[in-house]
């Protein structure tokens, strides 16, 4: 098999690995920034790489909408067409297929829903969302699933068997039409907030023997401590040997508890996302960069940040980038928000590794529920 | 004086000069990218430094407005605030006066009229205007000057007059109030498509006896022919030991002609401008990077265009990001424009060391005319 993971460390609960993939090696636990429609918004992939993010993410659903993931196919596959040489892990198209698009029918085979941009039908199948990640290229990829709102037992049931059914037909379809030793194909266990289903669906994706596994149908309205139960129960029933995923999770403090339950990788719009709204990511909690306070503010963002943006310019200066409406100030709130949650997964693999992960996350869990939580 | 010209090549009338000032030499004839509020619209300064770079310009009045010249100088100055610590040219003020606000009203003593942000009633007179810049602390700064109409014989002499009044005043500011060893202060000469009216000016503005020299009210809405015309009959009456700046000129033909005619400095908005339309800029042309006969080009923007985005992004790249308003595209696209016309400057400037100017002007020209203007 083309990938590895290596458990190096654990402290408590907490692990520490390396994920080994054609395009290089993910150290665990690892942020992966988002680059929906094959770009980390408003972040040159140069800086990308000198912030040492190691895996990014792009989405299937906006991808084969545009350009087309023939196109990109005919143009040397998604790494070479957005020039990111490092990992990939594309999503299944499911959460998008699910929440952006309009006068959805779900049946047993498959999605026909019609595209958020021109309104024209389109049909997702297992298959269909395999070949399209067959198509970009990238190092992991995920089943079809369907998510499903997390806290209606028949819903949830439904959408768990429909999601087992279709698990099924993408790695027959992967083993066969794909290419195993480049793409990593990745399960996803559902059963929204209920134990019980938790455990059947991991029991059914773990059967399928799979190089990695994720958590789906969390962080989509369920409480936090709907997440962190849910993690609590399904999380041991996951193999020890194969990286785990908590898709779409990027708050700071969500991050700390689920490494503290035995996530490996998370993925996230929130950094660049709370960029564009002004918004700085910092240890003290969370900063609204055009707040008055800033206007004459000759700190950086955050004293002991090592990114481009705490290094050269003030909070007065991206406070006035933010009034004047500047591109500029999103692209510098991007590269320190990146920052903050790569050196936050980085501190806590560090953490893990010295046995005090527990020490940093009460740390950093105390201080941000008493002050001001960062998100 | 902490501002020397050296006169270091002529070529024709073309000159390659050096500009000294506190914050750096400016090899001449060069293009200034503009920043109009503390940032060159989504380029970081490290990618202006990489880009070559050596003088930008920002503007006086909208930095008054915004955050506000009182502001900056109590963090440090524009240098400081903005983090460029090349040289920096602020305009007066007066094209935007001219240009962006409503309900203006003129006399002899300066220009009432509101601010296009919020409506507020401002009034600007020469003092006022080199007050401002002495705040922002940039290396060069302009006298106060009415921009008029260029074709209207009337109104030009009202403005040509004014104009000479106020550089006077300027002058006597800024030598008694103002540090003349850390900024110099250039004068504009006016007078519209007027010949006899330009030799007025120049004979006035020149009497100042000032660091440099700018002609004013051009690329306003004359002609191509009256823009050179004018040239052609005011650079004879500028001294040699002066370096001269044409305001706002920024087309590639433009740039070459007025080299040809003895101009040294450049600035334009146009290739951030231009970027942000998803319009690329090349030897061969102006391309529209949105169209479909770039969906599945692999080609670089430029073939021999040695910046980030060529060295790195196809034209297939680059037109999804622009189809999906993605802001990486105006990104590349900026970086890209920006390189073109300081390439343009740089080969513009060999050419006249070479001896060679008049052959590489004429390839380019005819290159433009013939084809596809480039802009």
């Not at 030793?181 to 059967?207: C, M, N, Y």
């Not at 990286?243 to 490996?264: K, Q």
């Amino acid at each position: 098999m083309g990938f590895t993971f290596t458990l190096e460390a654990t402290d408590g609960i907490a692990r520490a690995g390396r994920f080994q993939t054609p395009h290089g090696e993910i150290p665990t636990p690892i942020f992966a920034p988002v680059g929906t429609q094959a770009t980390v918004k408003a972040v040159l992939p140069r800086d990308l790489e000198a912030l040492g993010a190691s895996l990014i993410l792009a989405n299937t659903y906006h991808l084969h909408l545009r350009p087309g993931d023939e196109l990109i196919a005919d143009l040397g596959g998604l790494h070479e067409f957005m020039q990111w040489n490092g990992p990939i892990l594309t999503d299944s198209g499911g959460f998008q297929v699910f929440s952006l698009t309009d006068l959805r029918k779900v049946d047993d085979d498959g999605v026909t829903f019609r595209s958020h941009i021109d309104g024209s039908k389109l049909r997702f199948t297992p298959e269909f969302a395999i070949g399209i990640q067959h198509n970009l290229g990238a190092d992991i990829i995920m089943a079809f699933d369907e998510c499903a709102v997390p806290d209606d037992r028949e819903i949830a049931t439904d959408a768990m068997n429909r999601t087992h059914k279709w698990a099924q037909r993408c790695v027959e379809y992967h083993y066969s039409a794909g290419n195993p030793e480049k793409q990593a194909l990745f399960g996803i266990v559902q059963g929204g907030i209920f134990p019980d289903l938790r455990e059947q669906s991991a029991a059914f994706i773990t059967s399928l023997k799979l190089p990695g596994y994720a958590v789906g149908g969390l962080a989509v309205g369920e409480t936090k401590e709907e997440m962190l139960a849910t993690l609590d129960v399904t999380l041991p029933l996951l193999p020890e040997d194969r990286p785990r995923y908590l898709m779409g999770v990027g708050r700071p403090e969500d991050i700390v508890n689920a490494v503290a339950r035995g996530i490996d990788i998370f993925d996230c719009v929130l950094p660049t996302r709370e960029a564009r709204h002004g918004a700085a990511l910092t240890r003290a909690g969370r900063l609204n960069m055009s707040n008055k306070q800033f206007e004459r503010d000759t700190n950086p963002i955050e004293a002991d940040c090592d990114c481009y943006a705490c290094r050269h310019f003030t909070r007065a200066y991206i406070r006035h980038l933010m009034k004047a409406k500047e591109i500029l100030g999103l692209q510098l709130l991007s590269i320190h928000n990146l920052n903050f949650l790569l050196r936050l997964v980085r501190d806590l693999r560090e953490a893990i590794f010295a046995g005090t992960f527990d020490e940093l996350a009460n740390t950093l869990l105390d201080r941000w529920v008493q002050k001001n939580p960062a998100t």
